[in-house]
């Protein structure tokens, strides 16, 4: 009986490990679209460069087409979710893409921003441990906070 589970489980490992190594040639590509510099939100809004380093440091991996694809992003199947989590964050907000959206696309994108980072919804808690220092302080959450209130005004004008 014993013998007979050891030979099951053996196989079953042997069918797994066959499994993971398959996954490995399958899935979505990894992409990094080209970045016109005059559509980024850096040539639209105006940022301070300690905005700058926030967004560069705890958003753009995910929200821009400037990914920096850390080394488990190429190991199935974590690599789906990593690339699925991407193209969604980029379909939903695209710094790179910054001037395809309308006035009105933007005064509701910086909204939520604010309204996001201020609930401390954003960088995803998925992502921070990885990542190290992309996690927001208390004085990231204000910085981010201030700026999008002052260019929605700015651009309300």
Not at 10 to 21: H, L, M, T
Not at 56 to 78: E, G, L, M
Request: with cysteine; net charge positive.
């Amino acid at each position: 009986m014993k013998s007979k589970l050891f030979r099951i489980g053996r196989w079953v490992a042997i069918v797994g490990v066959c499994g993971f190594i398959v996954s490995q040639f399958f899935g979505p590509a990894k992409t990094n679209p080209a970045v016109d510099a005059s559509q980024s939100i850096e040539s639209r809004l105006q940022l301070t460069p300690q905005v700058a380093a926030i967004l560069n440091r705890s958003c753009n991996d995910c929200h821009s087409n400037k990914t920096r694809w850390p080394w488990y992003s190429n190991v199935a199947p974590v690599s789906w979710l990593v690339i699925s989590d991407v193209d969604e964050a980029r379909q939903n907000m695209n710094f790179s893409e910054w001037g395809r959206y309308t006035q009105r696309d933007v005064d509701g994108l910086l909204k939520q921003i604010y309204q996001e980072v201020k609930a401390g919804a954003m960088p995803l808690s998925i992502y921070t441990p990885l990542h190290p220092g992309s996690k927001l302080s208390a004085d990231d959450v204000k910085i981010l906070c201030d700026w999008t209130n002052a260019e929605r005004a700015r651009l309300a004008q």
